[in-house]
């Protein structure tokens, strides 16, 4: 695959393949991709960018290089009131910038995938569950180390795993903070595939390319309707707004927009009461 930048950013690459794939690779390899805020803020800006454009069907989040994908939050810009930017009147004001990076990343209308290899720890390892689907190489670690570091994720973080790979496993994985191989992460309902580390990014696209061959409004409206219950009333709304994008095109809803712009009443007698 041929990556093309698409914007430059400090923390993070974002590229597209030209062919419906985004890129978006977190490179902080000196601290195994732990993010600082600038990093969420920037993959959260590529997101937009990869959710408006038109010719991007499947966004895969990866970290640099072969030894981690994410090491969670970058511990040394944590504060007393969460993580700091490094500069400016924001530096003395801490903030959890990933709980809308993972908002984002569930609500996004497109499939996001997860490209692990090496570690996939702590918020590492929570921005992985997010993901749709997870393709990781053999040298992938998953864990927990929150209550190592005087730390936790109780949303997502904790729901979401329990959900994926059953309560007591995942209260395992939070009260003992041990690592799980790859193996053992496919075993337990944590990833999708397991492939050798020098296979992964091409088994990633093939991955993608299975789906950009499929409906995206198809797509869309599963993964709405995967996260409409739990999601609650944003969950459901995702899926309302989706569906009035369809009825938007309809007669009867085109009779509602001319009535009122032709400032008469709305003929709906024409139109059949579906049983
Ligand atoms: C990831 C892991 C297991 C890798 O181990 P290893 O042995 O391969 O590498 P090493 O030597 O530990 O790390 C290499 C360099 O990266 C830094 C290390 O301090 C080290 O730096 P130098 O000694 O070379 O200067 N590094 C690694 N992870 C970092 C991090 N997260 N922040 C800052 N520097 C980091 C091993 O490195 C590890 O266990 N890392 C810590 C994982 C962790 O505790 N993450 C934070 C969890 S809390 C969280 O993510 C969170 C949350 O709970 C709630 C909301 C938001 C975030």
Redesign the pocket.
């Known amino acids: 695959v041929r990556w093309e930048p698409v914007r430059e950013y400090e923390d993070i690459a974002y590229e597209h393949d030209g062919e419906g794939i985004a890129k978006i690779t977190i490179c902080r390899p ?3 991709n ?1 993010f600082r805020p600038e990093t969420l803020v920037e993959i959260s800006d590529a997101l937009v960018h990869a959710r408006e454009d038109p010719s991007v069907g499947v966004i895969v989040l990866t970290g640099q290089g072969e ?2 994908f994410c ?6 810009v944590r504060g007393d009131t969460g ?1 700091l930017s490094d500069s400016g009147a924001k530096a003395s004001v801490g903030r ?1 910038h ?1 709980t809308d990076l993972q908002v984002q990343i569930r609500r996004l209308p497109k499939p996001v995938v997860a490209m692990v290899a090496g ?1 996939a ?4 390892q ?1 921005l992985h569950l997010i993901c749709d689907l997870t393709i990781a190489a053999d040298n992938a ?1 998953f864990g927990q ?2 209550p ?2 005087g ?3 109780g949303g997502f ?1 904790a729901g979401l795993l329990a959900q994926l790979v059953g309560f007591k496993k995942a209260k395992e994985i939070w009260f003992l903070c041990r ?1 799980y191989d790859a193996e053992q992460a496919l075993g337990m309902g944590l990833v999708n595939t397991v492939v050798p580390v020098a296979e992964l990014e091409a088994e990633t696209v093939a991955w993608c390319r299975e789906m950009l061959e499929l409906s995206p409004f198809a797509l869309r409206l599963l993964k709405a309707s995967f996260h409409a219950a739990e999601d609650g009333l944003s969950g459901i709304q995702q899926l309302a707004h989706d569906t009035n994008l369809l009825f938007y095109a309809t007669d009867e809803a085109r009779e509602g927009r001319e009535a009122y712009r032709e400032k008469r009443s709305p003929d709906f007698a024409q139109f059949p009461r579906r049983p």
């Open positions: 000196e601290v195994r732990a030894d981690a090491s969670g939050g970058d511990q040394r993580y959890f990933v570690y720890i702590g918020g590492g929570v670690r180390t929150g190592k570091v730390s936790f994720d973080g690592q």
